[in-house]
């Protein structure tokens, strides 16, 4: 068995002169080029090919499975006992890619039940079983258009959807979704893959003897919806009965002039046999000498395949408004006698079909569906043909014998000369046998057409197809689980942030009942000391000191995050369909719709929060200005103290509530992490992941309880004492949020550089949550900063509040060192960031290639946020330059400040400061828009004279390089339009300022 192998195996080398380029027909012919690897095994095909196409009896019962094509399953429409006609739907499809299913003869709908179908993992899945009601055969059609040239081109794709036509050829894609390609990709070429190389199989051949004229409106159909140039009908040359079919159907067409004249060149290309040449990949290389990208499709270098018997499926469909209930189907053997092809209706039992080609006495030593290359096993003849059946081999003992032991690897590399996908099968073998599937991916597993041209020239008798498909199943079964693991979390957060907000509206209506409660209760105060000037000064000054109420702005932080979560969400949603391409431009549109929206809502979300936190600020400063003018603040201080440990003990048990859910989620995430290193199941760094995570979350619950617990305590022992460690308490409080800023923007650039690194996610957004939280990083450092000065000496008339003046002046220091090193470094990094993106941008401007708006959006953050680092570390070595000096040793005080001019208040020095930041801020975002708006000017001529300069290759090119050229032009013209766009932005920036 193995000489015979050998002898009939042909390698790349010895296939290179058979199939050299050649003419065919004439100069103008296309040409045929070659492919690496192949094999010559027997054909076999004299068998079936012999006896005319004859149709199949219409079963008694039809068993119609949902999940016919690749997809999601169709959905049942019918109930048992209803009554159905032959074409009426009784499945439909659910979601773009996916099928209907209609019935395919008239009768009763007996079950709708799990039964075994014909699959490579012989699984159960949910069918529908119709009975025959009597000898009629009663059809519920679709309107036939036997002028289908006056129909819309999107009425075209709809009937396709309606009629349920997948490829007959394949996996069962739906036609419907080929027919929208030229919605995302320029189609130059639509091929009609008629080499049929798997042996034993004839069903496209007889189809073309029989159908020639239907496959030629079929292709014309297809023509109108892709818009080609060419129509390539590629033909082993073993098939001369069909292509005389073909050519001669193909001349009528153009001698009626009743037909206005194709518009598509249409020719018929006579390849030589070699298995796979009917692979999509490697058919599109011998026609067009193109090939295809790793993990690409035939769209991405213009070229569109289809099966002949997906051709007449959709003649049938557009013309005569039939659904695909049928197809032909290649019944041959040695085990049946009279071997011959028929067309059935889908559903028909196998042993039926198999009895119209009288099997021998003998029996049938193996039963297979599809070819003996590509095929696989039947256990049973008890299942029906679906939408993707083409051959049923019923073979002999003698014919496809049991394989044979499996021996070691020889290294011999007769696998790598046979491979036509020009991979590494030794190696790929390898890697699946060892369980390495991330190496096998490395290795390009994924571009494996499983033909088994490697299978069967091994001289070890590997079964190397059957590692490859093993491998495959478990990294899609990983790939699963990671993304069941995501939508998880996404879940999770989605609605830990509802009940957030929910909790949050809840509190902000306790506080409106409160407030409305405190300003009546401070009305009737008013009235009642009227007379006492000197109680209602001090009453009025408590009720100024009352800032607004932390939890509303709470709530409008929370309401924030709530439309960033939802504009994220719409922002990948879109992306996902964009990269896709499976989308329609109404479904694309209604996407962006909500992007717009959510952006909408989240910039009157910030501008809500930023007013409320103005006016809050605003009323913490009232207090502190009456300060300078009477000692009644310090009366005020104990019950603002107490004002605060109440309020802190709200936020206390929220920090436990935190804790303790986040400590779940650490047990949840370990468990699920043992069950599956004791199962040996489930992705295993992604569980670890996981659980480094959840500690991680855990750690910064625990550390903010922490905080709010010492705060609470501060604020306790300030109320029950008089003194002024109130701004202690404050000063710890500021700490923590500082603390808690600081660590925001550490997760903030962690997550911006897990998603640089692995090129997923939007980076944009990103890189704008990283600005955001280093902005409130300053704010809380410049706020802790101005509670840690110094503040101005009390007379000496004064009481002994005033004396402790002094004291709490020792505190204060100058700015660390070490803080004012890390900013240093972070001035450099964000200056080396800039000089990256723009050598990024310079070399996309340059070359025309490349998204040059991403690079510019990259641009300008990297420049805002070097003149936000260059902002903060003036303003540190300022502050350091102006603090006054430490105490020399234990117990001496920091020299007294200054005393304060009449006109200054508050915060002393630190009120300049903040306001000279402020102006810098604005200074530095006018130059920035500058600089964008001449680099955006610059990348506009650059794109113009890219774009220029390939317009002018593309028409001095020739054929062979036209469609490459044709690309690149293309590329450049949505540069210039981004560029042309962004520079529109920038300067309506501009005319606005």
């Avoid at 320029?186 to 004839?202: K, R």
């Avoid at 991403?854 to 260059?870: G, H, I, K, S």
């Avoid at 105490?887 to 020095?909: C, F, H, Q, W, Y």
């Avoid at 001095?956 to 390089?961: F, H, L, Q, S, T």
């Amino acid at each position: 068995m193995v000489l015979s192998l050998f002898k009939s195996m042909v390698t790349s080398r010895s296939a290179t002169s058979t199939a050299a380029p050649r003419a065919t027909g004439s100069d103008n012919a296309p040409r045929v080029f070659d492919f690496h690897g192949g094999i010559h095994p027997p054909e076999h095909k004299a068998l079936s090919n012999r006896a005319p196409l004859v149709a199949a009896p219409l079963p008694r019962e039809v068993v119609l499975p949902l999940s016919q094509h690749i997809g999601a399953p169709a959905q049942p429409l019918v109930e048992i006992g209803q009554r159905v006609k032959t074409g009426e739907l009784i499945a439909r499809a659910q979601g773009m890619i996916s099928a209907p299913v209609h019935a395919s003869i008239t009768g009763v709908v007996t079950a709708i039940e799990p039964r075994q179908i014909p699959h490579v993992s012989g699984l159960e899945d949910l069918c529908i079983v119709i009975e025959r009601d009597g000898e009629i055969d009663e059809w519920a059609r679709l309107e036939a258009w036997r002028d289908w040239r006056q129909q819309e081109a999107q009425d075209l794709i709809q009937r396709l959807q309606d009629a349920g036509v997948v490829g007959q050829g394949g996996a069962g894609f739906p036609s419907a979704v080929k027919a929208r390609v030229r919605e995302r990709h320029a189609i130059d070429t639509l091929i009609l893959n008629a080499a049929e190389c798997e042996p034993y199989i004839t069903a496209d051949d007889l189809t073309m003897r029989t159908h020639p004229e239907a496959l030629i409106e079929g292709l014309e159909i297809l023509a109108s919806l892709i818009g080609p140039e060419c129509i390539l009908i590629g033909i082993e040359d073993n098939k001369p009965e069909a292509v005389i079919a073909l050519e001669q159907a193909i001349r009528a067409r153009r001698a009626d002039k009743r037909l206005p004249p194709l518009d598509s060149r249409l020719e018929v290309v006579v390849v030589p046999t070699r298995y796979p040449s009917g692979g999509e990949k490697q058919l599109i290389k011998l026609l067009t000498d193109r090939e295809v990208p790793s993990r690409g499709l035939p769209a991405d270098v213009g070229v569109v395949v289809h099966n002949p018997g997906t051709v007449r499926a959709v003649q049938r469909a557009v013309c005569f408004g039939e659904p695909m209930i049928s197809r032909v189907v290649t019944l041959t053997g040695e085990a049946l006698q009279h071997p011959h092809n028929v067309e059935a209706r889908l559903g028909t039992s196998i042993a039926d079909l198999l009895r119209l080609a009288a099997p021998s006495a003998s029996g049938i030593a193996r039963l297979v569906m599809g070819g003996p290359m590509m095929g696989f096993t039947l256990e049973s003849d008890a299942l029906p043909i679906i939408k993707t059946t083409n051959c049923l081999l019923a073979s002999s003992p003698e014919s496809l014998p049991a394989p044979a032991v499996e021996q070691p690897c020889i290294r011999c590399g007769m696998c790598e000369q046979a491979c036509p996908a020009e991979l590494l099968p030794q190696q790929l073998y390898w890697f699946s046998k060892a369980r390495e599937f991330d190496k096998a991916e490395l290795y390009n597993l994924a571009d494996c057409i499983e033909c088994g041209a490697c299978s069967y020239v091994c001289p070890s008798q590997i079964p190397l197809v059957q590692y490859y498909r093993f491998a495959k199943g478990e990294i899609r079964s990983a790939q699963h689980e990671a993304r069941k693991s995501e939508r998880a979390r996404h879940r999770f957060e989605f609605k830990q942030a509802r009940m957030a907000r929910e909790e949050a509206e809840k509190e902000a209506k306790r506080q409106q009942r409160a407030q409305a409660a405190q300003k009546s209760a401070a009305a009737r105060a008013e009235a009642s000391a009227s007379a006492d000037t000197t109680s209602t000064s001090v009453s009025t000054a408590t009720a100024a000191a009352q800032p607004a109420p932390a939890t509303d702005i709470k709530a409008f932080k929370t309401a924030r995050a709530a439309a960033n979560i939802a504009l994220k969400k719409a922002e990948k949603a879109l992306k996902a369909a964009q990269d896709s391409g499976e989308s329609s431009t109404s479904d694309l549109a209604a996407l962006e719709a909500n992007v717009t929206a959510a952006k909408a809502k989240l910039a009157s979300a910030e501008s809500a929060l930023k007013a409320a936190s103005e006016a809050s600020e605003s009323a913490a400063a009232a207090p502190a200005s009456a300060a300078t003018g009477t000692s009644a603040p310090a009366a005020a201080a104990p019950a603002a103290a107490a004002s605060a440990a109440a309020a802190s003990a709200g936020d206390l048990k929220a920090f436990k509530t935190a804790r303790a859910a986040a400590n779940i989620a650490v047990k949840k995430a370990e468990k699920a992490l043992k069950t599956a290193q004791d199962s040996g199941e489930g992705d295993i760094a992604a569980l670890e992941a996981g659980v480094t995570e959840a500690k991680t979350k855990l750690a910064k619950a625990e550390a903010d309880l922490k905080a709010a617990s010492e705060a609470s305590e501060s604020a306790a022992t300030a109320a029950a004492s008089t003194s002024t460690t109130g701004a202690a308490a404050d000063l710890k409080a500021l700490k923590t949020a500082r603390a808690a800023a600081n660590i925001a923007v550490n997760k903030a650039e962690k997550a911006l550089k897990t998603a640089q690194d692995s090129g997923e996610g939007d980076i944009a957004t990103l890189e704008a949550s990283v600005t955001d939280a280093r902005a409130r990083l300053a704010k809380a450092e410049a706020d802790l900063k101005a509670a840690s000065e110094p503040a101005a000496p009390a007379p000496a008339s004064t009481s002994s509040t005033g004396a402790a003046a002094p004291a709490a002046a020792a505190p204060a220091a100058a700015a660390p060192a070490a803080d004012l090193k890390a900013l240093k470094t972070a001035r450099a990094a964000a200056n080396i960031a800039v000089k990256k993106a723009e050598k990024a941008l310079a070399r996309a401007s340059e070359s025309g290639e490349g998204d040059i708006e991403d690079l510019q959006t990259l641009l300008a953050t990297a420049q805002e946020n070097l003149r936000a680092a260059e902002v903060r570390l003036t303003s540190a070595q300022a502050d350091g330059a102006d603090a006054p000096p430490a105490a020399k040793g234990t117990g001496e005080l920091i020299p007294e400040a200054p005393t304060p001019d009449a006109g200054s208040v508050g915060r002393g020095s630190m009120a300049s400061n903040v306001t000279l930041s402020q102006a810098e801020i604005e200074a530095s975002r006018a130059e920035n828009l500058a600089k964008r708006h001449k680099q955006v000017s610059i990348a506009v001529k650059a794109a113009e004279a890219a774009h220029r300069k390939a317009e002018a290759a593309l028409s001095e090119a020739n054929d062979e390089n036209r469609q490459r050229l044709a690309t690149k032009v293309d590329r450049t013209r949505r540069n210039l339009e981004h560029a042309r766009e962004s520079l529109a932005e920038v300067q309506a920036l501009v005319d606005a300022q």
